[in-house]
Nanobody, 122 residues
Framework: QVQLVESGGGLVQAGGSLTLSCAAS????????MGWYRQAPGKQRELVAR???????NYADSVKGRFTISRDNAKNTLYLQMNSLKPEDTAVYYC????????????????WGQGTQVTVSS
């Protein structure tokens, strides 16, 4: 069993900052891509940012220059530093990891966390 546990969400005023963390635990051989997604009420889940094991990153246009994704491979932990937050950033933020549980796995397994609420007040 693999678990992703997010933390760091909360209520912040517009212009403020938050840092989200996502810790992966359980039987993990290797994590390939990790990413942050978000879902606002009444909207579809969307990609915020993702990072592959080598360190390459990509971001949604709406967060470029404000958010920074990083990971600590030794700790199987993903981070999202969010600066200059806007009310439209309000959403539940989900962590995702594409991983192999065992060396013998033929394909990657996509695993999701339970989500953490980020609310930005105007």
């Amino acid at each position: 069993q693999v678990q992703l546990v997010e933390s760091g969400g909360g209520l912040v005023q517009a212009g403020g900052s938050l840092t989200l963390s996502c810790a992966a635990s359980g039987s993990i051989f290797k994590i390939n891509t990790m990413g942050w997604y978000r879902q606002a009420p009444g909207k579809q889940r969307e990609l915020v940012a993702r990072i592959i094991s080598g360190g390459n990153t990509n971001y949604a246009d709406s967060v470029k220059g404000r958010f920074t994704i990083s990971r600590d491979n030794a700790k199987n932990t993903l981070y999202l530093q969010m600066n200059s937050l806007k009310p439209e950033d309000t959403a539940v933020y989900y962590c995702n990891a594409d991983l192999k549980r065992y060396y013998s796995d033929a394909v990657l397994t996509s695993t999701w966390g339970q989500g953490t609420q980020v609310t930005v007040s105007s």
